[in-house]
Structure formats: structure tokens, C-alpha cells
């Protein structure tokens, strides 16, 4: 099955499964005759129909290389993206925000990792100088506590 | 006329407010950086600087992102010209005789042609975008509810049909971005929709999440896969400067390019990529030796230059006036006028007057603060172009993380941001266009609710959006734009077949 395909049987599944939830809200008013769930019961069905005719205008075409081979990098990269939010608010803006540029400067190719550290650790000053102190976003400061 | 020129006046006045100039010209130097800088474009760097606008006036707020919309437009055809990388699709065109100047030694003309070009285009088609503006705001403020529901009928369709190779991955895309803006508590009854009892849910799907997770995310993600250690090799620049002669041969190339530029800008989704290879394809046509095209011919800069930056203009139009926007870029720089309480639409006009005509006026400064600004800052945008991408990615993640964390100071957002970019590297991957996506998250609501109340004009029938005439022509326009590319390839393929019968 071609990933035209498979994406079109997803589709398939997302587009009745959105419609028939659609069909539990109720609630019409008198400034509403429709209620809340026409529109949405209208875009699942639109969808059904769309991952239909996305099936059958899907011609089979071979993918080169195995799943891990074409997207391999792009997986380790969500997974680490996933790691540095879900350490974001617990570990702190400064120390999370420097471990992943550091690591990442070398996972995208830089050799020293001294260099990696450095320019990590003076990015991390810059973007926390930038959000936190110029635009006053207030970063998530962790155990540490806050920066001066 | 004179009415005009009061309003213009009055623009004038907000936008040379002190803190409004500040504004663009920081904006105007951020947006040329988004566009020199590759992974954040013009839509996720003006989703990420909604969180930095929110507490400025609606005014300034969209005098800032209108500098920024511009200052990608001038950093994209740095990169252009001195790269061969575009920042964007309205670039490309750019690159066929940009780069083959900067290779034979005269980078510096071409920075300059693509500069004045696009100011002296800016400029015209800004003249050109209140002489349309306001009469076709006056004409839709008749509209109703079934007026307006088919109106963004229109506008997604004509998208999806533009957007990509796939008219049915376009829809795909579409129909996502209207799902997308559904979750949340129902505003007319109060339901809860789509929410799987995440609080977090209840306010909806915010749009900087999407637009970042979308677009940048998922550029990141499709990079990682052939990032190299080595440096870009970028074309020395060494004076940015125009001749007499260079510009008076490009003279008619930007004039032509502003024309084509202006009338394709707004009409909806055809923007200021189409225009720009229209207006390429124009010159080529008219030029007495088309052979120097694609080989270094300044006419094939300014051309394509002129012809995106008065696209970005006349994209304007639809969103002032209709409040549908024409791109996935101004449909952010909607979003974002949406969370600052002003309802973009014909209402505009009268509500907001600070608003439009201070973007108007700002259009002007922004054209002008690039001007002065970018020709002498060409060294530095090429210094930050150096930037290896080993230390630029993590950097543009970093940034988007923040930006999104900014927002609702939740991490339910980084989530959704991260599985979006997951959807939007698949669909990249597989031919998906992104924008219809956009379109239908921030035209969402607004479509829902003109539906509803249309339907409550007309006591539940269903017929109120054809039996009204306006309402009629206007889906029948829709279906058309949906229906013609099918039946013009099926007329090219037969074409004596069908000849007589057209007749």
C-alpha cells in the first residue's frame, strides 16, 4: 500500500469519526436553529469524501529506502524536541535551552564540543537576555532559580 | 478624492508617531533577517512575533508586522540573488538571473534593481490599493451572513486550487484547517467541542501554534536530513549601486512587473509567486533578445522583484476590505488583528480608521525605511547568511520553542506545536500545501458563525446561500474556480473534439 493510500484510509477513519462526535452536541438556541453540530457533521463529511477520492486518484509508486532510512533524523529530532518541552517548565529555560542547543550543535555536525558548548551557552544568554529581560516573557526559571 | 487624501493624511499622522516608526523600522529589519535566515518564513516569524505584539495598539501592532511582511520580501531576494537559495516561492523567479549576476561579478546592481524595484512598485500599488480599497468595502458592507459565508467559500477554494499539483490534497489541507478551528467551546451555546476534556483545549487551537509547528517545525524536520557541516558559499558583493543606464533599461520591466503584480495580488491565492513568474515569462516575451534572460539580465531581476512586492500589496485588498485573506501570510497578519479585537471586513473602514489608514501610511514608511536600511546593511545580512546551519537550526527550534511557550505559558502548546510539525513534514513530504491549512484555521470561526446566523435569517433553509443572488454568484464562482482546471485539461487533451461545441 502506497502512503497516498494508507494516509487516505486515516483520513477515511478521522473524517467518520469526527462526524459521528459531532452528533453528540447538542444545545440549539433560539438565536441558532442548526445547533453546534451541523458545520462540523458537514467538514467530516467533507473529509470522508476527500480521503475517498484521495484513494482512488493515488497511483501505487514505490518509496525508495526503508522507513528509518528516509525518515530517521526527522524521528530523532521530535524526539528530542519532545525531551526539551517536557523538560522546559520542570529543569528551567537556561538549563534545558543549553543542553539542547549544545547537544544539537553536534548532532547537526559540529566536531568540538567545546565549540558546541560555547556557542550553546552564548545563545542561551541571548535568547534569555532578548525574551526574558527586553520583552519580559518570563521564562520558566527552574530549580536554580532565576538569573540576576 | 479628497476624502481619500484626508484619510491618507490622517494615516500619515499615526504612522509617524514615534513609536510606530520605531516599530516598523525594528520590524523592517526583523522581517529582512527572517527572509535572509532560512527554516523561519514569512508566516511562522510573524505567528512568533504575535506574542511580542499583543500588548501594542491594534494600530501599531499591524504597522509592525506590515514592516516585517515587507522586510522578508527584501531579505528573500538577498538570498536569492547571492545564494541561489530562495527565502520563498515569490523569490524563485529571482534567482534565474539574480544569481547569474551575482556569478558574473554584479551582485551589487542586481541588491539594487531588486530594492528600488520593489519600493517603486510598493509605492504605486499602495495608490492603486486605496483607489480600490474603500469602494469595495462600501460594497461589501450590504453583505449578510450568506453573502459572507460564500465569500470564504470562495476565497478557500480558489487557495486550494492555486496551492499545489493535487486539487484533493489541497481540499485535504483546507478541510484540516477548518477541523483544526473547531476545537474549543462553542461560541453561540457554549459547548464543548473536540476538547477530550484538556483545559487547556477550551480557548481553541491557538493560531502561533499552528502557524509555528506547521511551517517551521516541520522546515526543520525536512532539513534534518541533509543538514552538512560546510559553509554556504555565498557571492561577494562589492558595491550596491545602479547606473543610469541599468535603470532606465529596467524601467519598463518594473512598471509592467507592478501592473501584473497589482491585478494578480487580489485575486484571492493567486499571489505574489505566480505573479512574479508571470511577469519573468512577460519580459522574456517582450524583450528584443530573450536569449540574455536566465543568463544575467537585470530586466529578469526587476521584473519578477516588482511584480511579488506589489503582489504583497494587492493582497491586501481582500483582507481590508472583505476580511478574506489572499495568502497564508496575510491570513496570519489577520489572525493576528483577530486576537487584538479588531474584526478585519468591510466594518474596518469605519471602526478602525487609525487602523487601515495607518497601515496604508505605513506601507509608505516601510518602503522607504528598507530602502535606506537594506542597501547599506547588504554586508551584514550576508555575515548572518554565513551562519552555519549546524548553529542555526537548533537556534530557529529554540526560538520557536520559546515563542510558542509565550503564548499560554503551556506545555499542552509545545506538544501540539510538535505534532503539527510532524503533520506538516508529512504533508511537505508528500505534496500537501500548506497554506489552504492557515487559511481554514483562521477563517474557521468566522465561516461557522456566518453560516449559523445565515441559517437563522432564513429560518433553517438550507437554499437561503443560492436562492440570494449575491450569495449565488459569488459559490458559483467558487465551484467554477474548483471545476476549470478539470475541464481545461480535458479540453487540452481533446481540443478538436471539443472546439465546435465551445462556440
Redesign the interface.
Known amino acids: 500500500m502506497t502512503t497516498d493510500r494508507l494516509a487516505a484510509v486515516i483520513l477515511l477513519i478521522l473524517g467518520i469519526q469526527y462526524a459521528r462526535q459531532s452528533l453528540t452536541y447538542r444545545g440549539a438556541t433560539v438565536a441558532d436553529v442548526v445547533g453546534p453540530s451541523a458545520y462540523p457533521l458537514i467538514l467530516g463529511t467533507l473529509l470522508a469524501l476527500l480521503a475517498v477520492a484521495l484513494f482512488v486518484e493515488s497511483r501505487p509508486r514505490a518509496d525508495g529506502g526503508t522507513f528509518w532510512t528516509r525518515h530517521g533524523r526527522p524521528v530523532v529530532l521530535l524526539g528530542s524536541l519532545f525531551a526539551y518541552t517536557m523538560l522546559l517548565e520542570p529543569l528551567g529555560f537556561v538549563a534545558t535551552t543549553f543542553a539542547y542547543l549544545t547537544l544539537s550543535h553536534v548532532w547537526f555536525g559540529e566536531r568540538s564540543w567545546l565549540k558546541a558548548a560555547g556557542v550553546g551557552a552564548a545563545v542561551t544568554f541571548g535568547l534569555w537576555l532578548v525574551f526574558d529581560r527586553a520583552l519580559n516573557l518570563r521564562l520558566p526559571v527552574g530549580p536554580l532559580g532565576p538569573l540576576p | 478624492m479628497s476624502e481619500t487624501l484626508q484619510s491618507l493624511l490622517f494615516g500619515f499622522s499615526v504612522a509617524l508617531e514615534p513609536i510606530n516608526l520605531i516599530l516598523a523600522v525594528v520590524g523592517a529589519f526583523l522581517g529582512t533577517l527572517i527572509g535572509v535566515l532560512p527554516g523561519i518564513g514569512p508566516v511562522s516569524g510573524i505567528a512568533l512575533l504575535i ?2 505584539v499583543i500588548g501594542l495598539k491594534p494600530a501599531s501592532a499591524l504597522i509592525m508586522l506590515t514592516a516585517i511582511y515587507y522586510g522578508t520580501m527584501y531579505g528573500g531576494s538577498t538570498t536569492s540573488i547571492l545564494v541561489n537559495v530562495p527565502g520563498e516561492a515569490s523569490s524563485v523567479a529571482t534567482t534565474f538571473d539574480g544569481y547569474q549576476m551575482a556569478k558574473q561579478g554584479r551582485a551589487g546592481p542586481a541588491l539594487a534593481i531588486a530594492a528600488v524595484g520593489s519600493s517603486i512598485a510598493g509605492t504605486l500599488s499602495i495608490i492603486a490599493l486605496m483607489l480600490f480599497a474603500l469602494p469595495l468595502a462600501r460594497w461589501a458592507l450590504a453583505f449578510g451572513p450568506a453573502e459572507n459565508f460564500a465569500l470564504m467559500v470562495l476565497g478557500l477554494s480558489s487557495v486550494s486550487t492555486l496551492a499545489g499539483e ?1 486539487l ?2 489541497a ?2 489541507s483546507t ?2 484547517g ?2 483544526l478551528a ?1 476545537v474549543g467551546t ?1 461560541l ?4 464543548d ?2 476538547t477530550y476534556g484538556i483545559p487547556q483545549l477550551l480557548d481553541g487551537i491557538d493560531l502561533v501554534t499552528v502557524a509555528v509547528g506547521l511551517f517551521a ?1 516541520s522546515e ?3 532539513v ?2 541533509d ?3 560546510e559553509e554556504r558559499k555565498v557571492l561577494k558583493v562589492q558595491r550596491v549601486w545602479l547606473s543610469m543606464k541599468e535603470f532606465l533599461e529596467s524601467w519598463w520591466a518594473i512598471i509592467r512587473g507592478t501592473v501584473i503584480g497589482f491585478y494578480i495580488g487580489i485575486l484571492p491565492a493567486a499571489g505574489a509567486t505566480i505573479a512574479s513568474f508571470l511577469s519573468y515569462g512577460v519580459e522574456k516575451r517582450l524583450a528584443k533578445d530573450p536569449s540574455r534572460f536566465g543568463k544575467g539580465d537585470i530586466r529578469g531581476v526587476a521584473a519578477p522583484e516588482s511584480a511579488n512586492n506589489a503582489a504583497a500589496v494587492g493582497n491586501m485588498i481582500p483582507m481590508l476590505s472583505l476580511g478574506i485573506p489572499g495568502s497564508s501570510t496575510t491570513a496570519v497578519m489577520m489572525g493576528a488583528l483577530m486576537i487584538l479585537n479588531v474584526i478585519p471586513g468591510p466594518t474596518m473602514f469605519t471602526k478602525h480608521p487609525d487602523v487601515v489608514w495607518g497601515l496604508i501610511a505605513s506601507m509608505y514608511v516601510s518602503n522607504a525605511v528598507l530602502l535606506i536600511l537594506n542597501l547599506p546593511l547588504v554586508g551584514l545580512f550576508v555575515q548572518i547568511l554565513k551562519t ?4 542555526l ?3 530557529i ?3 520557536c ?2 515563542g510558542v ?2 503564548v499560554g ?1 503551556s ?1 499542552v502548546d ?2 501540539l ?2 505534532l503539527l ?2 503533520l506538516g ?2 504533508m511537505r513530504r ?1 505534496d500537501y500545501p500548506l497554506g489552504p491549512a492557515i487559511l481554514g484555521l483562521v477563517l474557521g470561526d468566522r465561516m ?1 458563525q456566518a ?2 446566523q445565515a ?2 435569517i432564513s ?2 433553509s438550507w437554499t437561503t446561500f443560492v436562492t440570494r443572488p449575491i450569495s449565488a454568484v459569488i459559490l458559483l464562482l467558487a465551484l467554477v474556480s474548483l471545476v476549470a482546471p478539470y475541464t481545461i485539461s480535458l479540453w487540452r487533451r481533446q481540443p478538436r473534439a471539443s472546439a465546435g461545441e465551445d462556440v
Open positions: 506574542p511580542v493535487s484533493i490534497k481540499l485535504i478541510v484540516l477548518l477541523i473547531t462553542d453561540v451555546t457554549g459547548v467541542r473536540y517545525i526543520v524536520l525536512l534534518a536530513n543538514v552538512t557541516g552555519p546551519e549546524r548553529f537550526y537548533p537556534l527550534v529554540s526560538v520553542v520559546i511557550y509565550a505559558r506545555q509545545l506538544t506545536m510538535i510539525g510532524a513534514y508529512y508528500h461557522e453560516m449559523r441559517l437563522v429560518n433553517g
